[in-house]
């Protein structure tokens, strides 16, 4: 059977040139535009014959399931119909957005939040740990992710107070499994600070907190995942900074390598962090709330400059490092790794994690001989003796003091 198209429409035809002219401004390439309208003239044409509304369509739920039809209808299976799926819903993402800044009314892309059942405990858990643990916001986004595993494991009608030893060691049975050790002592810890939580309201009668055992681990049971200095200048290299998308990651990794930043600690920059007259750079440490005012090196200095004269940044933006697509919302750590993933893949380099570049930054300066109290403010280390774990990767310093073999 023929699908009838929707009859043409000067209204539809505007808007579609208007949408695109907004791309161009924003820098999108032709190319992309082009598969963004085609993806976009499918589902309308989609929601002409079924009678919908194309504008109340555009939510999450919804383009996926149009998505889904419209691919397995072009009889795509299996990668290629993930990859369709995922396109047609990042153009209509786009789309919707384009939409609501021109003025035309769309609904939420994903429904509101509601709450669940245990939406007002942690709260006031939180409140607690806030005031009388002194435990920053930013640690406890950790700890309620992992508690939200556990009471999501717990069955729908089990209550709280009927909580014991026995359910507890089962989930961590279960769900040590599926990750490394030094994740499901993190668990643990926060598992056991929200019985204790739980007992001293009087939800639980027993403390269960020192039912929970997790794994032992060793400060050093292995050197950190520090890259060679050569490595790092490598994957620095590869970075194309003719796009807006390169000079952002390059102005971003730059600053991880040359001042030893950890991912909060970069995404956590501000415009109004940097004094370009004074040539500084402040750092708030996210865990910490500590404040480290740093020199603005020339390379970091000129990398920033270069991004921030490409990239297109709302008015109320004021963070540093946002994304280089519309609607241009701050960079996330998911968005961070899978960047960082792409560039070290690409050099051949082997090795997780973008922490990799503050190990490095400290196994540089140690080698160096640079002063430990120094290295450690930079680092933002509240304890100095936390630098000695790069000492076991300074190879070129522990040769001067090893011992002949007998």
């Known amino acids: ?39 976009i003239r499918l589902f309308r044409a989609h929601c002409h014959v079924r009678q919908l509304d194309e504008f109340a369509a555009l939510t999450r739920a919804q383009v996926i399931t149009i998505a889904v039809f419209l691919a397995k209808n072009r009889g795509l299976t299996g990668r290629s119909e993930l990859h369709a799926v995922r396109a047609a819903k990042i153009g209509l993402r786009r789309w919707a957005v384009a939409l609501a800044s021109v003025g ?41 992710g992992q508690i939200k595993r556990f009471l999501a494991w717990l069955p729908r009608k089990r209550r709280l107070v009927s909580l014991t030893p026995g359910s507890i060691e089962e989930f961590l049975t279960s769900y040590g499994q ?22 001293a309201t009087g939800r639980i009668r027993v403390e269960l907190a020192r039912c929970v055992m997790g794994p032992r681990l060793r400060r050093d049971a292995s050197p950190p995942r520090a890259l060679r200095w050569d490595d790092v200048r490598r994957i620095l290299k590869r970075i194309d900074r003719t796009t807006r998308t390169g000079k952002r990651d390059y102005a971003l990794f730059l600053l991880m390598a040359t001042y030893g930043m950890g991912a909060g600690d970069v995404l956590a920059l501000r415009l109004d962090d940097i004094d370009w007259r004074e040539g500084t750079m402040r750092l708030v440490r996210p865990k910490t709330g ?19 004269q490409t990239a297109p940044r709302p008015k109320l933006r004021r963070e540093l490092f946002l994304q280089t697509v519309a609607p241009f919302a701050p960079l996330t750590f998911s968005g961070l790794a899978r960047r960082w993933e792409q560039y070290t893949t690409a050099t051949g380099v082997s090795i997780r994690g973008t922490h990799a570049l503050r190990h490095a930054y400290a196994s540089r300066h140690v080698e160096a001989a640079a002063p430990p109290k120094v290295v450690s ?16 990767v300074a190879t070129e310093r522990l040769r001067a003091v090893c011992l002949p073999v007998p």
Request: proline share 7%.
């Open 377 to 392: 403010d930079i680092l933002g280390h509240s304890d100095p003796h936390s630098l000695s774990t790069y000492a076991r």
């Open 178 to 199: 599926t990750v490394r050790p030094k994740t499901l002592a993190s668990v643990c810890c926060g598992l056991r600070a929200f019985l204790r939580f739980l007992h």
């Open 1 to 39: 059977m023929k699908k009838r198209k929707p009859p043409p429409s000067p209204v539809r035809d505007s808007l579609e040139t208007t949408v695109a002219e907004l791309w161009r401004s924003e820098g999108y390439a032709a190319s992309t535009i082009s598969g963004y309208l085609h993806v």
């Open 290 to 308: 500590t404040i480290t005012l740093l020199p603005l090196l020339s390379a970091a200095g000129h990398a920033i400059a270069a991004y921030l």
């Open 104 to 144: 035309i009314a769309v609904p939420r892309w994903r429904p509101a939040d509601h709450g669940g059942r245990f939406d007002a405990l942690l709260t006031e858990y939180c409140e607690f740990r806030r005031k009388w643990r002194s435990v920053k916001r930013s640690s406890l986004v950790t700890e309620t």
